[in-house]
């Protein structure tokens, strides 16, 4: 594919989804900022459109159980759950693909970047 739009998007496809494209530590950084940016400006445009501008953006990333989930609840609906986790998959696989390729790139075993996608508590409980 020469530098077409069509190649370009297929390229681009490749990078971002694939498994076998080297990822580098500067590329790594900058689709991370670009695409968190893309997605919290998103999810906010449709939770102020669907909650009618009543919800506390930036602040129910902080605190998402309590802003997000308690108002959702409150009013019922459970579709705009649904529907914000299926904008959040491709998300999901784009961070562990290209984190298990930075991984693999830095010299690292591609489970690590695998293991980096889950949380881990540091608290003990007794």
């Known amino acids: 594919m020469a530098n077409t739009g069509a190649g370009r ?3 681009l496809g490749r ?3 694939g498994f076998s494209t080297r990822v580098t530590r500067r590329e790594y950084a900058f689709v991370g900022f670009a695409l968190t940016i893309l997605k919290v400006a998103i999810d906010a445009a449709l939770m102020t459109l669907w909650l ?3 919800l506390s953006f930036p602040l129910h990333y902080l605190a998402p159980l309590q802003a997000f989930f308690g108002t ?3 009013q019922g609906v459970v579709w705009w759950q649904f529907l914000l986790f299926l904008w959040t998959l491709p998300f999901l696989w784009i961070g562990v693909s290209m984190t298990v390729r930075r991984a693999v790139d830095a010299g690292g075993s591609p489970w690590l970047g695998i293991l980096s996608s889950f949380p881990i508590s540091t608290t003990r409980s007794c």
């Open 15 to 17: 990078f971002l989804f």
């Open 9 to 11: 998007v297929a390229r």
């Open 72 to 74: 959702m609840a409150s």
């Open 52 to 54: 009618g501008g009543r």
